[in-house]
């Protein structure tokens, strides 16, 4: 979306009080435009900050997997009853497992709930489960908010919880929000205490609740979600339900052709060979379903890359501790993605047993296959170098009885969380606790989980005495994380130097890369251009980011032409968006390979038409590439999607105005401001709407409410010290920026503005204290220069 530019003469490093007044820095609120932000990817990334670029050739990428040396026919599923007669060793495995009853027909065989008539009160709702015949009913509220039976088509899962899938009508299945709990064999609400009725996202009607896109791909083999946008339904179709050995192996009719004549089909006729030396094959297999990420299309295909089907998030402050501890519901990839199992070559089925899914190994005995008084692994493929001969399964190594709480590897190297209500899920980060360290960073621990208050103190005092060395340590991930997400001294300096280490999983230094914007400079961005050739293909997308934020389009042109044609999806097509403002005016050499990966951009938000992120990024797509004609349907079908996804309405709302309809922009802002009074970027949206019309003064208090409803939104903050310093009230103006800035010491903008307030009032060491701060924060700030 459009955003404010502040546009500032560069201060000088030892600018006196009298020097400095000489640099000012112009913001009006008369140019502020709201930023949008949804679900999904947007086409306008933040203002960038000039810096000199640097030159990169095409990428260098070191394949994951051996390239096919001899062709097959595209392989297509085959009825999974065909896999047992060969291999009833890994059927017997899969039967009774999670995999194999992830989801299924709703009978007296799969339910586990009590539906005998009983009745459940939660979030001010009641929901009534009951049985006619041989079907399986729920009377609960719909999305109207009125009582109404729905009957069960489909079980999801068996243990530690069961939910229930509800047909809806076209094609449309729902997770219910009430969940069974097989240990305690009771009912319990999946968010309690969130207030969750049928006016909340969350509520099983809505969009976030939807299994065809949410949930089913994962719970089934060959998922198709099969979604018509002209109908706005669903046909969706899976070759079998559960995750069968198709969903993991690929399509097998080429498999049944190589057990028929014994060709010469590579991988006996699979896509892949999941036992392949690269463990990157396998890690990638479970990823699909194990990993936070978002589609990138209607399914997968055997043999691509993650992220030619998927964009796996990063190590958000929102998903996971400062430490790479889960937070959110993550699942594992992110976790072991980090961890130094990874960096050795461990892949999943060296601890789990992929057919049934329990652990190859009961106990300690898991990790002790390479953590052991030999000093050796007896895993093969997994690097053993630096393994210590010890005896890990000892009360010397645990400081815990041997069959007591903390005796087990997991108890303090994979600590938990519980999910979904009842289900407990370990870290798989393989983390080494530190309870000093938990202290200062705030940051889960395992010591601290099970020792707390004083016993907690004693226990932090006494691993500090068993850790104790005086050997210089490198600065951690960890603590350089905490520098730069709270604006500390030396942050910038941090995060340049986490960004030089060549061992940082790749995980990690995307995050890093992600969070490289806030501290721009010289050095900031080689390291990003560098990163643009990184072996991992998550490195170079979130590099692609980075870099667009430093550069306006013409000068990152020619840093990110050669990622046109990247052999990963996500990498391309992340190119290709960040260059549409200049391919409009061609790309010479490079502009067939910007077509074609803008192409995949575009059908990468058709595949996803079910979804208003999707529809609102393909209008402003279409916006920006001169196909104005469509922006609008495209903007009304997203709300259509989702009535409460605000950022299509507020795009709209900006659409209409500048098209000359102005009150029909206001009528549609008013009448959901009055449904959702609530909704912060409604309110900030509609402070904007009444400066845009010359009506500042009434744009106050909808600015207001904006800030104070979400008051750690950065932007809501900044419009509304800009609307107060516009409007001549300069202390309190200069108090906002001063309260902002507490909370996030990072924020240029308004480190920038402030400085220049301080300035025009005549404040100027004010002005220079917030200077001063800044040079610690990020000595080589161009702005600083």
Same mark, same amino acid.
């Given at each position: 979306?459009?955003?404010?530019?502040?546009?500032?003469?560069?201060?000088?490093?030892?600018?006196?009080?009298?020097?400095?007044?000489?640099?000012?820095?112009?913001?009006?609120?008369?140019?502020?435009?709201?930023?949008?932000?949804?679900?999904?990817?947007?086409?306008?990334?933040?203002?960038?900050?000039?810096?000199?670029?640097?030159?990169?050739?095409?990428?260098?990428?070191?394949?994951?997997?051996?390239?096919?040396?001899?062709?097959?026919?595209?392989?297509?599923?085959?009825?999974?009853?065909? &896999?047992?007669?060969?291999?009833?060793?890994?059927?017997?495995?899969?039967?009774?497992?999670?995999?194999?009853?992830?989801?299924?027909?709703?009978?007296?065989?799969?339910?586990?709930?009590?539906? +005998?008539?009983?009745?459940?009160?939660?979030?001010?709702?009641?929901?009534?489960?009951?049985?006619?015949?041989?079907?399986?009913?729920?009377?609960?509220?719909?999305?109207?908010?009125?009582?109404?039976?729905?009957?069960?088509?489909?079980?999801?899962?068996?243990?530690?919880?069961?939910?229930?899938?509800?047909?809806?009508?076209?094609?449309?299945?729902?997770?219910?929000?009430?969940?069974?709990?097989?240990?305690?064999?009771?009912?319990?609400?999946?968010?309690?205490?969130?207030?969750?009725?049928?006016?909340?996202?969350?509520?099983?009607?809505?969009?976030?609740?939807?299994?065809?896109?949410? $949930?089913?791909? $994962?719970?089934?083999?060959?998922?198709?979600?099969?979604?018509?946008?002209?109908? +706005?339904?669903?046909?969706?179709?899976?070759?079998?339900?559960?995750?069968? &050995?198709?969903?993991?192996?690929?399509?097998?009719?080429?498999?049944?052709?190589?057990?028929?004549?014994?060709?010469?089909?590579?991988?006996?006729?699979?896509?892949?060979?999941?036992?392949?030396?690269?463990?990157?094959?396998?890690?990638?297999?479970?990823?699909?379903?194990?990993?936070?990420?978002?589609?990138?299309?209607?399914?997968?295909?055997?043999?691509?890359?993650?992220?030619?089907?998927?964009?796996? %998030?990063?190590?958000?402050?929102?998903?996971?501790?400062?430490?790479?501890?889960?937070?959110?519901?993550?699942?594992?990839?992110?976790?072991?993605?980090?961890?130094?199992?990874?960096?050795?070559?461990?892949? $999943?089925?060296?601890?789990?047993?992929?057919?049934?899914?329990?652990?190859?190994?009961?106990?300690?005995?898991?990790?002790?296959?390479?953590?052991?008084?030999?000093?050796?692994?007896?895993?093969?493929?997994?690097? =053993?170098?630096?393994?210590?001969?010890?005896?890990?399964?000892?009360?010397?190594?645990?400081?815990?009885?041997?069959?007591?709480?903390?005796?087990?590897?997991?108890? &303090?190297?994979?600590?938990?969380?519980?999910?979904?209500?009842?289900?407990?899920?370990?870290?798989?980060?393989?983390?080494?606790?530190?309870?000093?360290?938990?202290?200062?960073?705030?940051?889960?621990?395992?010591?601290?989980?099970?020792?707390?208050?004083?016993?907690?103190?004693?226990?932090?005092?006494?691993?500090?005495?068993?850790?104790?060395?005086?050997?210089?340590?490198?600065?951690?991930?960890?603590?350089?994380?905490?520098?730069?997400?709270?604006?500390?001294?030396?942050?910038?300096?941090?995060?340049?130097?986490?960004?030089?280490?060549? +061992?940082?999983?790749?995980?990690?230094?995307?995050?890093?890369?992600?969070?490289?914007?806030?501290?721009?400079?010289?050095?900031?961005?080689?390291?990003?251009?560098?990163?643009?050739?990184?072996?991992?293909?998550?490195?170079?997308?979130?590099?692609?980011?980075?870099? %667009?934020?430093?550069?306006?389009?013409?000068?990152?042109?020619?840093?990110?032409?050669?990622?046109?044609?990247?052999?990963?999806?996500?990498?391309?097509? !992340?190119?290709?968006?960040?260059?549409?403002?200049?391919?409009?005016?061609?790309?010479?050499?490079?502009?067939?390979?910007?077509?074609?990966?803008?192409?995949?951009?575009?059908?990468?938000?058709?595949?996803?038409?079910?979804?208003?992120?999707?529809?609102?990024?393909?209008?402003?797509?279409?916006?920006?590439?001169?196909?104005?004609?469509?922006?609008? =349907?495209?903007?009304?079908?997203?709300?259509?999607?989702?009535?409460?996804?605000?950022?299509?309405?507020?795009?709209?709302?900006?659409?209409?105005?500048?098209?000359?309809?102005?009150?029909? !922009?206001?009528?549609?802002?008013?009448?959901?401001?009055?449904?959702?009074?609530?909704?912060?970027?409604?309110?900030?949206?509609?402070?904007?709407?009444?400066?845009?019309?010359?009506?500042?003064?009434?744009?106050?208090?909808?600015?207001?409410?904006?800030?104070?409803?979400?008051?750690?939104?950065?932007?809501?903050?900044?419009?509304?010290?800009?609307?107060?310093?516009?409007?001549?009230?300069?202390?309190?103006?200069?108090?906002?920026?001063?309260?902002?800035?507490?909370?996030?010491?990072?924020?240029?903008?308004?480190?920038? %503005?402030?400085?220049?307030?301080?300035?025009?009032?005549?404040?100027?060491?004010?002005?220079?204290?917030?200077?001063?701060?800044?040079?610690?924060?990020?000595?080589?700030?161009?702005?600083?220069?």
């Amino acid at each position: 979306m459009p955003k404010h530019k502040n546009k500032a003469a560069p201060l000088q490093p030892d600018a006196s009080p009298t020097s400095l007044s000489r640099y000012l820095f112009p913001v009006s609120i008369g140019v502020l435009l709201v930023a949008v932000a949804g679900i999904g990817w947007f086409l306008f990334s933040p203002a960038p900050v000039p810096v000199k670029p640097v030159p990169v050739s095409a990428p260098v990428v070191a394949p994951a997997k051996p390239a096919p040396t001899v062709a097959m026919s595209p392989a297509s599923m085959v009825d999974e009853q065909q &896999c047992q007669g060969c291999h009833s060793e890994q059927v017997k495995d899969w039967q009774g497992s999670h995999h194999q009853l992830a989801m299924q027909p709703a009978n007296a065989e799969t339910m586990l709930g009590d539906f +005998n008539n009983v009745v459940f009160k939660a979030e001010n709702e009641t929901t009534r489960f009951s049985r006619k015949g041989d079907d399986f009913w729920v009377n609960t509220p719909g999305i109207d908010g009125k009582n109404a039976d729905f009957k069960v088509a489909y079980t999801f899962g068996i243990a530690p919880l069961q939910q229930y899938l509800i047909e809806v009508g076209e094609g449309r299945l729902q997770a219910l929000g009430v969940a069974w709990d097989t240990e305690k064999n009771r009912w319990f609400h999946l968010y309690p205490g969130q207030g969750v009725n049928f006016k909340n996202p969350l509520h099983w009607s809505k969009p976030s609740q939807n299994a065809n896109f949410m $949930c089913v791909e $994962c719970h089934t083999t060959g998922f198709k979600r099969n979604f018509d946008a002209a109908s +706005n339904t669903f046909a969706s179709q899976w070759n079998s339900l559960g995750v069968g &050995c198709q969903a993991c192996h690929g399509p097998a009719s080429n498999h049944l052709e190589w057990t028929a004549k014994k060709t010469d089909l590579i991988h006996a006729g699979f896509a892949v060979d999941l036992k392949d030396k690269n463990a990157t094959v396998e890690i990638e297999t479970c990823a699909r379903c194990h990993a936070r990420r978002a589609p990138l299309g209607d399914g997968y295909t055997v043999g691509n890359r993650l992220m030619d089907d998927y964009l796996p %998030s990063v190590l958000t402050r929102e998903l996971y501790a400062l430490d790479g501890k889960i937070k959110d519901e993550v699942f594992e990839h992110g976790s072991f993605a980090q961890s130094k199992m990874f960096d050795k070559g461990v892949r $999943c089925s060296n601890c789990h047993n992929p057919h049934s899914t329990e652990l190859k190994a009961p106990g300690n005995a898991v990790c002790l296959q390479c953590h052991n008084t030999a000093g050796k692994t007896s895993v093969e493929g997994v690097d =053993g170098k630096g393994l210590q001969a010890k005896n890990y399964d000892s009360f010397e190594h645990t400081r815990h009885t041997l069959g007591q709480p903390g005796s087990q590897c997991l108890d &303090c190297h994979m600590p938990g969380k519980f999910y979904m209500g009842n289900d407990f899920r370990h870290d798989h980060s393989f983390s080494i606790p530190n309870p000093e360290r938990a202290q200062k960073l705030g940051t889960p621990d395992a010591c601290l989980t099970c020792h707390q208050g004083k016993t907690g103190d004693k226990v932090t005092a006494q691993f500090k005495l068993w850790n104790a060395s005086t050997t210089p340590q490198a600065p951690r991930y960890d603590e350089s994380l905490w520098l730069i997400r709270n604006g500390q001294p030396g942050a910038a300096q941090a995060l340049y130097e986490q960004l030089q280490r060549s +061992n940082l999983p790749a995980i990690q230094r995307a995050t890093l890369l992600a969070e490289l914007p806030l501290y721009p400079s010289e050095q900031a961005l080689t390291l990003a251009t560098t990163d643009l050739k990184n072996p991992a293909p998550q490195v170079r997308e979130n590099a692609v980011r980075a870099i %667009s934020a430093f550069l306006p389009p013409p000068e990152r042109l020619p840093l990110l032409t050669p990622l046109l044609g990247d052999p990963v999806k996500a990498v391309r097509i !992340a190119a290709a968006r960040d260059l549409l403002s200049v391919a409009r005016n061609g790309l010479g050499p490079a502009q067939a390979n910007w077509e074609a990966a803008i192409a995949e951009y575009e059908a990468v938000q058709k595949s996803l038409a079910e979804r208003a992120e999707a529809n609102l990024n393909l209008a402003m797509l279409y916006q920006a590439s001169g196909r104005s004609s469509e922006v609008e =349907g495209l903007l009304r079908t997203a709300l259509k999607r989702d009535p409460d996804f605000y950022p299509a309405l507020v795009t709209l709302v900006q659409w209409l105005e500048a098209n000359g309809r102005g009150p029909e !922009a206001q009528q549609l802002l008013d009448e959901n401001l009055k449904a959702h009074p609530d909704a912060a970027l409604l309110q900030h949206t509609r402070g904007l709407s009444l400066i845009r019309a010359g009506k500042p003064a009434d744009a106050m208090s909808p600015l207001r409410k904006a800030a104070q409803l979400e008051p750690q939104n950065a932007q809501y903050g900044y419009v509304l010290a800009v609307a107060l310093h516009e409007s001549g009230k300069v202390d309190e103006a200069c108090a906002q920026l001063e309260a902002l800035l507490k909370q996030q010491p990072a924020n240029r903008n308004a480190r920038l %503005s402030l400085i220049q307030w301080y300035l025009d009032s005549g404040q100027e060491p004010k002005a220079q204290v917030v200077l001063q701060g800044w040079k610690k924060l990020n000595s080589g700030d161009p702005a600083l220069k």
